[in-house]
């Protein structure tokens, strides 16, 4: 394969001129990830692997929490289980990978690669389930999954990408309900608490819905494109997969019952979502809960004596509260050329450590979010890293929150949606019938994103066909 | 699918009767593992999966502080990639499942699903490398692969298992070399220290060593059939798979050199090599540094007021200093029940607590391994838990020891060996010759083990064809 570009001067496309050609520049000069050498599939390098386990630190402590543990299910599954349920296989058949052959041999029956697990819980949970006794079961399992997708981009829309999906059953519909949202709920609090992403949560229409689905949740990201990015959906499946998996139990009144289940899952895709949301012209920003480093050091002059020791000091301190630190002692590379390398890598605070810093006994900074520098004395360099962290925390979250915000208006006539399409989120008045939402999505290119939670109504009729409306819904265009 | 059976009686077949039909009888009755609709295929049950974690926590950090990084490569590799180095694709092709269709197109190239993966690292290797700045790459990932395997058993040889796949390049032979042994011996450490299973550190002959590689060494650990089990392997591959795929830096002097290779893993085959090292008629026993839950603890008359106060009480305590402690406080079993039930499940230590422990202020504690039972004065809870996990972790390893080098012998002749590796391991002289080693295999069954690192010799001639011996190697069956 040709070499990677190693050249020292990077060149990232400006956001205002291409938003696309940046993301890739942003993505592939950072080294979060690379293009595989299979169609569609990406290599999630160190960095990228990195905040996956960010967030996978987060999400496990939070599943666990809550009562769920982890399983691991086979990655192949036969065809005859995916027909089982037929909205299931007629929504995912046309993105499967199917192995036809093991070794030498032809298979009597394709398998596929896992485009997600309901048919092969469903399959175990009937073996498993008699009575109300076992359930609830809330079971979670962090794996790849396939999707034979046409067009392909790294971290937004892969044939490959790692996800974690969470399948429960539960004795009656409202325990199913229940947890669906209650899983959700976890997905905004990641969103926002630990990413600074804000987002919408809300339900989709039985247009959007999983196949499969009773019903469908969501939350939704705004990219600073203007279009809405899905970071996260949990399903109520209500009895659909029970049925036709035959999961009955024998419930405390002595009869047979069918299980109500859910399923909820977050990909690998949240990586872009931080990308897009907080990215700028020199890179990555990432936020201090969820990035692999929290504090460059930087030595400032490191062959004089004193400097990677004093380096040393600080980081060992700071490591000691557990905040997550690295030393760039590359000994052939400029501190400038340093400085740009962690900006590139959105590492959200940077501390330079140099002879005059030593002499004065001061800690000298920059923050990533808002390029400020500054300075503090030593003494106060655990709490003040502190303090600044959650200050990066809460600022890149706002940044995000009022730029969705300004771009995010309620619209009553078509005219006025495809006019805030174009650069936001509208916010509008639906009568419920897909033919409205079809002909908005003909014509403006936006699809409805969810109908939030708070329903508190802007107007009386549809913004498409002008009936009596029922819903409050989000349109945007999205990736 | 057939429902699992829930009956209160559980049955395991004696080891001295079946040790077969034993193994099966406990993975299935303590819930590790269940059989999946795929053929050869498991699924990791959450008892099962949490000990997977257990180790990977133990390895992922041992990976990192020895600064590896976690990557994830893709799922499916084309065959071009798998030809490129020719006693490779030979080792794996027969056992390989390949991906033919992508939804509805039949593929021009048919895809592997990772049966390893060498041959991804090693082009995106060749990307990333240009000069001697850049080396070495230490990189791994988690993940499963996929091996056709004609007959299978839960953990030992499955279609598809979990493992971790490391691979490193470097500059030079002698670095590879350090590489490839460091990793043994974390190995061995992960194996003795937290699996409490001896092993033999050796090198494998080149008859059994991996597919492509240079050398391999290995961790051998002994079950209690006296078959081996070999628990994980480290390679050295020289340049060999630099020169198949180009792998070239440009080094300190100005010259173009191939990078030199290593590759290291362990499995769910671990969790095989627990179960049969340690379990008894009673079902599991786990040693405390990698138990899910190392201090079960159960209410005795459990309706009485206080009892269930009394335990949240002891289980907060230990808590508090990370012993991992679950109360077993379902209201429909009995007592006696729940003792075998922690038994089975080989919980390491098991807490009763019923109104006289109450009110004589004691803990009463039974030991897993031992199967002792005893008590102590409430205020000694912190420390002599700590202590008691402690003792049962070694106690553990003793017991393995034990068994081992009893089940070990020196042999000298073709009689002497068959007749040892009928109940263990045989320790011989061997020419070196493959010959020998096939004729072995023949006659006993038995195979190369490892070559240990203590050379020190027994003998002059080959236990077999009687020549001048070059090595002192291990024979046994195996898993």
């Not at 809405?228 to 009869?255: M, P, W």
């Amino acid at each position: 394969m040709a070499k990677e570009n190693k050249g020292f001067v990077t060149h990232i496309t400006p956001r205002s001129e291409d938003f696309s050609q940046w993301y890739t520049d942003v993505i592939l000069q950072s080294k979060l990830v690379d293009y595989a050498p299979v169609r569609g599939c990406m290599v999630l390098r160190p960095y990228g692997y990195a905040i996956w386990e960010s967030i996978q630190r987060v999400l496990d402590k939070r599943f666990k929490e809550t009562g769920h543990e982890n399983v691991y299910m086979p990655l192949l599954i036969p065809e005859s289980l995916l027909l089982k349920e037929a909205e299931h296989v007629e929504g995912f058949a046309p993105e499967v990978a199917w192995v036809t052959q093991g070794g030498n041999d032809i298979l009597q029956e394709r398998l596929a690669v896992r485009p997600t697990s309901e048919t092969m819980f469903c399959t175990m949970y009937s073996k498993w389930v008699s009575s109300w006794r076992d359930l609830p079961m809330k079971y979670n399992q962090w794996c790849s999954v396939m999707r034979w997708e046409k067009s392909t981009r790294p971290f937004l829309r892969t044939s490959e990408f790692l996800w974690q999906e969470g399948h429960t059953i539960h004795a009656t519909l409202d325990e199913a309900q229940a947890e669906t949202l209650q899983m959700l709920e976890i997905y905004r609090e990641l969103a926002e608490e630990s990413l600074a992403i804000p987002v919408i949560v809300g339900e989709k229409t039985q247009k959007e819905k999983f196949a499969g689905a009773n019903s469908t949740y969501s939350i939704e990201a705004m990219m600073q494109d203007g279009k809405a990015l899905q970071a996260g959906t949990s399903h109520n499946f209500g009895t659909r997969f029970a049925e036709a998996f035959d999961i009955q139990y024998l419930s405390k009144d002595g009869k047979l019952e069918y299980v109500s289940e859910t399923s909820w899952g977050v990909s690998t895709r949240l990586i872009g979502a931080i990308i897009m949301t907080h990215g700028d012209e020199r890179g990555l920003r990432l936020p201090p809960v969820i990035a692999p480093i929290q504090v460059q050091i930087v030595p400032i002059a490191q062959h004089k004596e004193g400097v990677l020791e004093a380096c040393e000091e600080i980081a060992n301190k700071l490591k000691s509260v557990g905040i997550r630190v690295d030393i760039d002692d590359r000994d052939t590379l400029s501190a400038g050329f340093k400085f740009n390398d962690s900006e590139l890598k959105g590492i959200p605070l940077r501390i330079e450590v140099g002879p005059r810093d030593i002499e004065q006994d001061i800690i000298t900074y920059f923050r990533r979010d808002t390029l400020e520098k500054g300075s503090f004395s030593k003494s106060l360099l655990l709490n003040n890293v502190s303090v600044l962290l959650n200050q990066i925390q809460k600022e890149l979250y706002s940044q995000a929150l009022k730029f969705r915000d300004e771009r995010t208006a309620d619209v009553f006539n078509m005219e006025e949606l495809n006019n805030q399409v174009q650069i936001g989120f509208a916010r509008a008045m639906w009568c419920g019938d897909v033919e409205c939402e079809d002909k908005i999505k003909e014509e403006t290119g936006a699809t409805t994103r969810n109908m939030p939670f708070d329903q508190t109504p802007i107007g009386e009729t549809c913004v498409c066909c002008g009936k009596k409306a029922k819903k409050l819904i989000y349109f945007s265009k999205a990736y």
